[in-house]
């Protein structure tokens, strides 16, 4: 490795919204998120379909479901 083109690897904390604080290494001192694996619905399981303009009932009426 050619000295002196990297940037500088140090640890740093990610912030997110929802209060959870994960130290990790990175190039950036501190970094701030607004969504986390502790409070994004696809790992929480509160996931919800969003029907939008009725297509999941025009689906249902056209293939008779």
Known sequence: ???G???DYKQTTIRCACGEVIE???TRPDIKIEICSKCH???TGKQK???TS???DK????FGM
């Open 59 to 62: 689906f249902n009426k056209k």
């Open 5 to 7: 083109i990297h940037p």
């Open 54 to 56: 009725g297509r999941v």
């Open 1 to 3: 490795m050619k000295m």
């Open 24 to 26: 990790t290494g990175s």
């Open 49 to 51: 379909l969003v029907d």
């Open 41 to 43: 619905p696809f790992y």
